[in-house]
Every structure is written in C-alpha cells, then in structure tokens.
Nanobody, 124 residues
Framework: QVQLVESGGRWVQPGGSLRLACAAS????????VGWFRQAPGREREFVQIISRNGDSTYARQSVKGRFAITRDNAKNMVYLQMNNLKHEDTAVYYCAARPTYLGGTVPEEYPYWGQGTQVTVSP
C-alpha cells in the first residue's frame, strides 16, 4: 500500500511560480509511476504531468508544456511539480497519484493510490 501526501499549494499571482511536492511512503517507490492531476470546480479531474518510475520519461498535457516540469528523487521518495508562469486557468486542487508500472497513463481511474490534494489558486 502506497501513501501519498502533497504539499506546496497556495495562492499566487498570475505569472508566478510554485513547486508542489509529493511524499510517498509504503511500497517500493522505484516500482511506481507517479502523475500529477488537477481538478477545478465543476470540472473533471485531468492529468497534468506523468513521470516514469526511474524518472527517464515524462509527458505533459499540452497546456502546461514549457511551463511545468515534473521530477522525482527516488532516494527521498519524492516527486515534484515545478510550475512557472502560472495562469488563472491553472487554479485547481492538485493531486499526486501512483501506479505500479513503468509509465502511467493519463486516465485517473488507472491509478490506485492518491493523495489528499493541495489547493493552487492563481489570481491577482
């Protein structure tokens, strides 16, 4: 059983930056792919960026390419999401999720392990 805890969400102005962190415990961290997902009010949960279990592959949704970057530190059981040039439309609750595979997909239902989420609000 993998437990995930997100942190780092807060209010930020448009154009600002945040780094979200996801701390994992339980299981073997290097066996799992981790994804960041987000959910805005009234909208479905959507994938943001995914990283492979050893960190050598990532992919991102089009709207965050060039602005967001996902990394992981397997020695510390941590995954990070660096978010730059934030926009109002990035406002959402951000979740990290884990799946015991090399590289997870974009469908939330594929991920058995989830954190509780952290709120990111982008506004003037």
């Amino acid at each position: 059983q993998v437990q995930l805890v997100e942190s780092g969400g807060r209010w930020v102005q448009p154009g600002g930056s945040l780094r979200l962190a996801c701390a994992a415990s339980g299981g073997t961290f290097s066996d799992i792919s981790v994804g960041w997902f987000r959910q805005a009010p009234g909208r479905e949960r959507e994938f943001v960026q995914i990283i492979s279990r050893n960190g050598d592959s990532t992919y991102a949704r089009q709207s965050v390419k060039g602005r967001f970057a996902i990394t992981r530190d397997n020695a510390k059981n941590m995954v990070y999401l660096q978010m730059n040039n934030l926009k109002h439309e990035d406002t959402a609750v951000y979740y990290c999720a884990a799946r015991p595979t090399y590289l997870g997909g974009t469908v939330p239902e594929e991920y058995p392990y989830w954190g509780q989420g952290t709120q990111v609000t982008v506004s003037p």
